[in-house]
């Protein structure tokens, strides 16, 4: 044993040494490890490279170099290194004025002549001062203005590219309330390399856009990887030249309704409806409530579900009333649901009847009670994971059982690549008054992970739970696991493998028990390239299904193709049409058994306000067409032509159609009328009608269609509430005295806010607002129709019953102007007049900073008086004024010549002196 030892020394020690020798061969090192600059200067290192051999060496050198820096000093590619020499060299680069990471990595890779590496030697230039995103976005308008509330929104969008490569960026755009259309984003653009992008974007609303609702419009830029490089928001105002809203309420986010609907079903079954919801606030906390009652005549069923009260704060939300929640466990039904604590530290606890209606107890399994605690923590010493811990018990009571279920997850999500979710749960499951016998244990657990590149991501979510396990997936065993690839622009692959598979032991009582095996498994790929307009795809798959319980077959299998080609010219233009072949094989003995033949074809075509929807199948598809005694017989055919209207200046709109479905199997063809329509009697009161059938459908009892009519009437606040009036009155004060005089007029056309609600001045320059809850308000007012201050007027008023109040206005002017930039012969590059900035000042009072905008064009509002402007350069180092001009703006808004050249040439440059050693 003794001898064994030794050898195995012997042999570390042997490889220990040839190894270390191979390495040290070649030594080489940085004069610094880290580099400190400032952003636009250079930097300088020296690299020592030494033979510490006896014999001649030849080593070949490549440098690493970030697109963020310009080499200044050329570095040999090949060196000769007689024995024990030491080769000096310089390092020198100069770093961009704009970067987009603070910690930039110089890497040198040293190799022999045949191309072995020998070594491998970095260091960091560590940037100081302003470290950019990779892009950003900004919007220069900060309300936007319609003069009719039909028309889309034009967004200007200013976009920075700072990367030194071309790159893909998302552009989504919402709206606070939603209004809408969503069928054009996200949308995508391509920025060229270190370029200033304006692209106008074009926000088109659902119907129209609401007149007296100022929306919130905020536009988001997103990389390849979905993450937010940059966001930007601005308002969305309808306005109206009669000035038709100088009077209005004031919500104050609240808002109540109720409905009536009557339902026909093809089975000449009527339902009755009847709902009512409310929105409020008492004190710092918001109110929500909703009742929904439905009778069915027919068969004297009654139906109250998804009704509650719900009181919310900072800190705690309380609901009371039906409930829709879960993990591991169902928690749907009637009771009480309580959280509290921060974000970061969550509880909460449920209370629930598993019974959603609360006219009835109609037989269920899981009828019963579930109580549920859970506590959600992020931990902070590990930023970007978190930990949720839950236990819960609850009854069956159809089948007198009873069970407790534990589990507990843990999520990481440290970058935008790598996302980590695992999770372990435990169920005892017992027999309230039988033996001990009919006691089960149940587990489950779950590995989820997903990484994700610009042109690449893998994702794969894994499940599996024990056939007696009390959780919602009973007997799962779940695996999706999808491969992206983008190796072009306009290409896309997509591998994904999807099984669900189920083995379930359900209780029928406290004892016995009855198992359930079925599942399917899908396994395709997908190609698609874009031509212009043209989209072609194609998508091979193999589709498995399985079933112990069917008595026709217990499995299908089947191996298909679908190729598609898609082309949308614009939003109302676009055709898609999609052909699904292959073969399809059962274990019955009514067909061959080298399978069926089955095809489908799927399409859809829009021009304009037309719309068509085609559908036709051939051949079995699922587990259940087998049922059928001759199922290659099975044809199935569907067109559903609908047109969309507006109408009334768009009170009136909906779309209407009909559905012709035609079933080989029952020798039968049915007319269906289909479509929605909305009526707008008044701005609160609408009136709603639809009518939709089941497309396609071989099984009578899913062949239905229902048509159905609501009345539903909103109004803004209870009677009971004891609001109060706000008036406003502006005036332009041209003397700056503080009191209209006679010869000072009233302002018009001025958008005035309070909190988020918008009116406009009459032309006495006069808002009203009534029914003001009391309170504390943010109070501005902004120009629309003439060059002046964007905000002329901001205050917090205080309303306890009723406030008039005249304000006067200083009269102001539009200062523009416009940097030039001369550069030197030396220097080519453009000039960066983000480093420069205006302060302008009265007095010894700085009143405002003015940063130029991408082209050197700047501006500033300003009202009579004598002023001195500073142009500031920040990317001198130190920063220093450049330029100090004072002027007078009179009182007819004249002002001198502000068009400045400035010098461009002005890049830092750090010079060192070696000496011979």
């Not at 800190?315 to 970061?344: C, M, N, V, W």
């Not at 009909?658 to 009328?673: E, F, G, P, Q």
């Not at 012969?825 to 480093?835: A, H, I, K, M, T």
Request: charged share 15%.
């Amino acid at each position: 044993m003794v001898t064994y030892i030794r050898f195995f020394v012997y042999l570390i020690t042997f490889v220990t040494y040839s190894f270390s020798s191979v390495a040290q061969s070649i030594s080489a090192s940085f004069w610094r490890d880290t580099v400190v600059v400032n952003t636009g200067a250079t930097f300088i290192n020296r690299l020592a490279v030494t033979n510490t051999t006896n014999q001649p060496q030849d080593v070949k050198i490549t440098v690493d170099i970030p697109a963020s820096i310009d080499m200044l000093a050329a570095v040999p590619t090949h060196l000769h290194l007689s024995p024990g020499e030491t080769m000096r060299m310089p390092i020198k680069g100069l770093v961009h004025r704009q970067i987009t990471a603070a910690n930039i990595p110089v890497y040198l890779r040293l190799t022999d002549d045949a191309g072995k590496p020998i070594q491998s030697v970095t260091f960091q230039v560590m940037v100081k001062g302003s470290v950019v995103a990779p892009a950003s976005l900004t919007i220069p308008q900060e309300t936007i203005l319609l003069y009719n509330a039909g028309e889309p929104a034009r967004l200007p969008l200013q976009i920075t590219h700072n990367r030194a490569d071309t790159s893909t960026y998302t552009i989504e755009v919402a709206a606070l309330p939603q209004g809408i259309n969503p069928t054009i984003f996200p949308m995508t653009i391509r920025l060229k390399p270190r370029q200033d992008t304006t692209i106008v974007v074009t926000a088109v609303p659902i119907r129209q856009w609401a007149v007296d609702t100022p929306y919130q419009l905020l536009v988001t830029l997103k990389n390849r990887q979905q993450s937010v490089v940059g966001s930007a928001g601005c308002k969305l105002v309808v306005a109206v030249t009669n000035k038709a809203y100088q009077n209005g309420l004031v919500p104050v986010n609240t808002g109540y309704g109720a409905s009536v609907a009557l339902t026909r079903f093809s089975t000449n079954q009527w339902a009755r409806e009847t709902r009512v919801w409310g929105t409020d606030s008492i004190g710092k906390a918001r109110l929500d409530m909703h009742i929904h009652y439905l009778d069915y005549g027919a068969d004297h069923l009654h139906q109250l579900q998804n009704s509650y009260i719900a009181l919310t704060t900072a800190r705690t939300a309380f609901r009371l009333g039906s409930i829709y929640d879960f993990h591991e466990l169902p928690l749907f039904g009637r009771g009480l649901k309580l959280s509290t604590g921060q974000t970061d530290r969550m509880w909460t606890f449920w209370a629930v009847n598993a019974n959603q209606n609360w006219l009835s107890d109609a037989a269920n399994t899981w009828r019963g009670n579930i109580y549920s605690a859970r506590y959600d923590y992020q931990l902070n010493q590990l930023p970007g994971a978190a930990l949720s811990l839950s236990t819960s018990y609850y009854t069956l009571a159809d089948v007198q059982r009873a069970g407790y279920l534990t589990f507990a997850s843990f999520r990481y999500n440290r970058t935008d690549r790598h996302s980590l979710q695992l999770m372990g749960a435990q169920s005892v499951e017992f027999a309230r008054h039988s033996s001990p016998s009919a006691r089960v244990t149940g587990w489950a657990g779950q590995l989820n992970y997903t990484y994700q590149r610009e042109t690449f991501s893998w994702q794969v979510r894994s499940y599996r739970s024990s056939p007696v396990y009390a959780g919602l997936q009973r007997g799962a065993t779940i695996l999706y696991s999808q491969l992206f690839w983008q190796p072009a622009p306009v290409t896309t692959l997509l591998a994904r493998i999807n099984q669900f598979q189920y083995d379930r032991i359900t209780f029928t009582s406290p004892v016995d028990q009855v198992r359930h095996q079925f599942g399917n498994t899908v396994a395709e790929l997908s190609v698609s390239h874009r031509i212009g307009s043209l989209t072609l795809s194609a998508r091979p798959y193999w589709f498995s299904q399985r079933d112990k319980a069917n008595p026709i077959s217990q499995r299908a299998d089947a191996y298909r193709i679908a190729p598609g080609i898609a082309y949308r010219r614009r939003t109302d233009q676009f055709l898609e049409l999609s052909y699904d072949v292959g073969r399809f094989y059962g274990n019955v003995d009514t067909w061959a058994s080298d399978g069926i033949m089955s095809q489908r074809i799927v399409s859809t075509l829009g021009i304009g306000r037309f719309n068509v929807w085609g559908y036709w199948q051939k051949g079995p598809f699922y587990l259940f067409d087998l049922q059928t005694t001759y199922p290659g017989l099975i044809t199935t055919t569907s067109l559903t032509p609908t047109v969309s209207f507006a109408l009334l200046n768009g009170r009136l709109g909906g779309s209407v159609g009909i559905n012709y479905l035609y079933d080989a199997t029952s020798m039968a063809a049915r007319y269906t009328a289909v479509g929605r329509v909305q009526y707008d009697v008044t701005p609160n009161l609408s009136v709603h009608l639809s009518g939709n059938g089941t497309p396609y459908s071989q099984q009578p009892e899913f062949a239905y269609s229902q048509y159905r009519m609501e009345v539903m009437q909103r109004f803004g606040q209870l009677g009971a509430k004891r609001h109060g009036r706000l008036q406003l009155s502006f005036f332009e004060d041209t003397n700056g005295n503080g009191s209209r005089d006679a010869d000072e007029r009233w302002v018009d056309s001025l958008l005035v806010r309070i909190n988020d609600n918008v009116l406009f001045t009459n032309a006495n320059g006069r808002v009203v607002y009534r029914n003001v809850p009391p309170g504390t308000y943010a109070i501005s007012a902004i120009s629309t129709g003439r060059l002046g201050d964007p905000v002329l007027y901001q205050e917090q008023l205080t309303i306890a019953r009723s406030v008039d109040k005249v304000i006067p206005l200083p009269r102001t002017f539009r200062l523009a102007g416009q940097l030039r930039c001369q550069n030197s012969l030396y220097d080519r590059q453009p000039c960066q007049f983000s480093r420069f900035s205006l302060d302008v000042r009265r007095g010894q009072q700085s009143i405002a900073a003015i940063a130029p905008r991408t082209d050197g064009t700047f501006s500033m509002h300003l009202s009579p008086g004598t002023y001195t402007v500073q142009l500031n350069d920040y990317g001198r180092q130190p920063h220093a004024t450049v330029k100090t001009v004072s002027f007078v703006l009179s009182n007819t808004g004249q002002y001198p010549d502000m068009n400045w050249t400035v010098d461009g040439a002005t890049r830092p440059v750090e010079i060192k002196r070696f000496t011979a050693n």
